[in-house]
């Protein structure tokens, strides 16, 4: 069975203190992995798609990395702003299946100034 | 910058009534997908929808639910007769398909509560 796991479950902050979270998934095929900002009450915002092991991408203060069994994702020199709930999710292989996401149970980070 | 939205924000209903909660998705996305978050716990998938077809559905999605397509914009959930445990935030979601860009942009989502 596909699992997500995200580590750690919340995060405190101070701002400046840079730190990683880290997402492990257990599939038989990926197709991509994906991390989403969560603001209380709100959808979750697009953040980066990672394709293959080894692959990176940046964004502001945030960096995602992908390798063959995790994928995480660095906040250097936070700001309070930064403060969300952070989703990982797998989509995968399945014959015909048009991609669902298959979500970790997040890490919520908290900054303070 | 195109966005998913949903209506209502949020709704409240009692139990054994239907609901319909609404999606608007991005303009030139081909594929369109519900989730739902009970409070405090993951975002789950519950359908797939492309070309006015279900392309996939989880366990959840039983002979309660029923998405529609009714025109060239929206996108809806139909819940038939609601269970207390029906209560989540609702989320749409669009894509693009156009070779490996499969990223799905989410709406805010619908508060569902049944009483």
């Known amino acids: 069975e596909d699992q997500v796991t995200q580590s750690p479950e919340a995060l405190r902050l101070q701002e400046g203190e840079s730190s990683s979270l880290n997402c492990s998934y257990t599939v038989s095929g990926l197709r991509g992995l994906f991390w989403y900002r969560q603001d209380p009450g709100k959808g979750p915002e697009f953040l980066f798609t990672?394709?293959?092991a080894g692959e990176e991408k940046e964004k502001e203060r945030l960096k995602a990395t992908l390798t063959k069994k995790e994928s995480f994702l660095h906040i250097t020199a936070p700001k309070p702003e930064d403060s969300a709930t952070y989703l990982c999710a797998v989509q995968a292989y399945y014959g015909d299946s048009w991609g669902k996401l298959q979500f970790g149970a997040g890490t919520q980070v908290v900054v303070t100034p | 910058e195109p966005e998913v939205t949903q209506t209502p924000s949020h709704q409240v209903t009692q139990m054994g009534q239907e609901v319909i909660l609404r999606c608007v998705p991005i303009?030139?996305?081909?594929?369109f997908y519900w989730y739902r978050q009970i409070l405090g716990q993951k975002v789950e998938f519950l359908v797939s929808f492309y070309n006015n077809e279900i392309s996939e559905k989880s366990e959840i999605f039983d002979d309660q639910f029923s998405v529609e397509r009714p025109d060239g914009s929206n996108f809806t959930l139909k819940i038939r007769s609601t269970k207390l445990e029906d209560s989540a935030m609702y989320f749409c979601a669009s894509s693009e398909a156009q070779g490996w860009t499969y990223e799905q942009y989410f709406g805010p989502g619908t508060r569902l509560t049944v009483t």
């Open positions: 303009s030139n996305h081909l594929y």
């Open positions: 990672l394709y293959s």
